[in-house]
């Protein structure tokens, strides 16, 4: 159940993109996985998620295929994932005369998704046992001090 709507969430939130997405020209729109990924790192939502999901895929991305689908090179995000070692960069071959970014999740970034789940995963209420109420004990009446008179 978690899975649906975690996919319907991100779908809602790319929906727009990927109704418009040329597959002839930016491969596969990227996976629901993908972008889950991306987002648990640290990115919000948005085209430097949607860049950096898009270099997650097999194929990986070019930098134009960043341009036509975000509206403009996306690159910082990916540079600072991979700079905090939470993902790799893999190396391609060039695609038609241009660089191609292909990145992988590391062992540290799969450790930040590991936390990520464990701060969304609803905390168990605790059921507060109700206090024992104290016996209501008497005041003891102290005897006042005598006093001895001495001849």
Known sequence: ????????????TY????KSWDSKRLGAKPSVNDLDTIHKLGARPGKQALANAMALRATGVTGSE???????????????????????????????????YKVTLTAKGANRIKAAAVKEAPKPVKVKKPKAKK??????????PTQQVTA
């Open 66 to 100: 960043i341009v036509m689908a975000c509206g403009a090179p996306q690159l910082n995000k990916m540079r600072g994932f991979i700079t905090d070692g939470l993902l790799k960069r893999e190396a391609l071959p060039p695609r038609n005369g241009h660089t191609v």
């Open 135 to 144: 016996p209501v004990e008497a005041p003891v009446a102290q005897e006042a």
């Open 15 to 18: 929906g727009d993109t990927f």
């Open 1 to 12: 159940m978690e899975a649906n709507h975690m996919s319907k969430d991100i779908t809602g």
